[in-house]
């Protein structure tokens, strides 16, 4: 489901900072709070590392996270809201290129710029990963080659 972001993040362990993994109860019962239903490959990399800081300028929020960092879903969403996002999207990325969303109506992943305008659309969080993150930093740092079978 998230193998080659992981796999990456073993890899280069210096280019991926987590927070820590999360109890997979202690995640849903976060987002039923909250009335949302998120797509099962994002509660699995929170649960596997509470998100963190990835490559020099992205940062996966985690339902956990540091609001004094802005590294938490919560606290970017409440001040996104406040600035126009509508309620359908629920921030989980933020990083130079703006931010990444998931769409509650249709659980599709979602680029948004800084005025919340909507950008490429993806199926799930590892076509996500693979075309809006790691296009742009692989050959930088040398990641490994993907393998097809594992980019679908």
Not at 58 to 86: K, Y
Not at 87 to 102: I, M, Q, R
Not at 118 to 137: C, D, H, I, V
């Amino acid at each position: 489901m998230n193998e080659i972001i992981l796999s990456d993040a073993h890899s280069r362990p210096d280019l991926f900072r987590w927070n820590g993994g999360l109890g997979e109860e202690q995640v849903l019962a976060w987002a039923r709070e909250r009335g949302w239903s998120l797509p099962a490959d994002l509660i699995a990399i929170w649960v596997a590392t509470g998100g963190g800081d990835l490559f020099e300028s992205e940062t996966i929020l985690g339902p956990f996270g540091d609001p004094t960092t802005a590294d938490d879903v919560d606290s970017v969403n409440l001040a996104e809201r406040a600035q126009g996002l509508p309620d359908e999207y629920v921030v989980f990325h933020v990083g130079l290129g703006g931010f990444s969303a998931v769409r509650l109506g249709d659980l599709r992943y979602v680029q948004l710029d800084e005025k919340h305008r909507k950008g490429e659309t993806y199926a799930s969080l590892q076509s996500w990963y693979l075309t809006a993150l790691r296009a742009e930093y692989a050959d930088r740092y040398g990641l490994l080659a993907t393998p097809p079978e594992k980019a679908r």
